[in-house]
T-cell receptor, first 116, second 114 residues
Framework: DGGITQSPKYLFRKEGQNVTLSCEQN?????MYWYRQDPGQGLRLIYYSQIVNDFQKGDIAEGYSVSREKKESFPLTVTSAQKNPTAFYLC???????????????FGSGTQLSVL | AQSVTQLDSQVPVFEEAPVELRCNYSSSVSVYLFWYVQYPNQGLQLLLK??????LVKGINGFEAEFNKSQTSFHLRKPSVHISDTAEYFCAVNSGGSNYKLTFGKGTLLTVNP
C-alpha cells in the first residue's frame, strides 16, 4: 500500500538531547511537510520541502532542523534549542508542479514527543 | 494574511442526529477551502475541498459543505451521524495555491453518543 510512515509512534526526550523523527513516503510525491499539533491549537507548519536537497522554514522553524537527501525521506530533528518540544508531530506529502495546486495532503499517523 | 476560525471547539451529538461544524475564514483574495478529519491518534484525511464552481461540495462519508462568500463561511454538515464519525475536524484555507500556504483552524471535536 502507498502511504506515509512515521516512526517512532512515541518518543521521549531528555533535557539537552536532540532527537530525530523519521518520515518515509512511497507515493512518489515531490513535496513533504512537517507540522506540529498542540491540543486545541490546530496544525502549524515547521518546515517544508518541494524538491530533493531543498527545504524552507515554515511558521515555527526555530529549534528544529530537517534534511531532504532522498525523495522518499524527510527526517525532522528536534534540537535542544526547542524549549517546549512536547507535541504531536505530523508529516505530510503532496504532489507539486504544473497544474498541481491545492493538492490533497497525505498524512502519516504521527509521532508523540514528550520530555522526560 | 489569511486566517480560519472554527467557532466550536467541541460538538456533542447523538447518533443519527444532524450536525453542522462551523468555519469562518478571512482573506483579502480568492480562497480555496478544505475540511480534514483526524481520527484518534492518527493523521489527517481530506474530507472535501472547494476550489471553484458549485458552492455546495460533497465529500466522503456523507459529509458536505457550502461555501458562502458573503458570509465568508464554509460550514460542514452531515444529515445523520454515526458513532464512527467521532473525530476532530479541521477547516483549512489557502489563498495562494501552494500547499505550504495552507492555514488550519484549531479544530472541532465531534463526539457522537449512542
Amino acid at each position: 500500500d502507498g502511504g506515509i510512515t512515521q516512526s517512532p509512534k512515541y518518543l521521549f526526550r531528555k533535557e539537552g538531547q536532540n532527537v530525530t523523527l523519521s518520515c518515509e513516503q512511497n507515493l512518489n510525491h515531490d513535496a513533504m511537510y512537517w507540522y506540529r499539533q498542540d491540543p486545541g491549537q490546530g496544525l502549524r507548519l515547521i518546515y517544508y520541502s518541494q524538491i530533493v536537497n531543498d527545504f524552507q522554514k515554515g511558521d515555527i522553524a526555530e529549534g528544529y532542523s530537517v534534511s531532504r537527501e532522498k525523495k522518499e525521506s524527510f527526517p525532522l530533528t528536534v534540537t535542544s534549542a526547542q524549549k517546549n518540544p512536547t507535541a504531536f508531530y505530523l508529516c505530510a506529502s503532496s504532489r507539486v508542479g504544473r497544474g498541481a495546486t491545492n493538492e490533497k495532503l497525505f498524512f502519516g499517523s504521527g509521532t508523540q514527543l514528550s520530555v522526560l | 494574511a489569511q486566517s480560519v476560525t472554527q467557532l466550536d471547539s467541541q460538538v456533542p451529538v447523538f447518533e443519527e442526529a444532524p450536525v453542522e461544524l462551523r468555519c469562518n475564514y478571512s482573506s483579502s483574495v480568492s480562497v480555496y477551502l478544505f475540511w480534514y478529519v483526524q481520527y484518534p491518534n492518527q493523521g489527517l484525511q481530506l474530507l472535501l475541498k472547494y476550489l471553484s464552481g458549485s458552492t455546495l461540495v460533497k465529500g466522503i462519508n456523507g459529509f458536505e459543505a457550502e461555501f458562502n462568500k458573503s458570509q465568508t463561511s464554509f460550514h460542514l454538515r452531515k444529515p445523520s451521524v454515526h458513532i464512527s464519525d467521532t473525530a476532530e475536524y479541521f477547516c483549512a484555507v489557502n489563498s495562494g495555491g501552494s500547499n505550504y500556504k495552507l492555514t488550519f483552524g484549531k479544530g472541532t471535536l465531534l463526539t457522537v453518543n449512542p
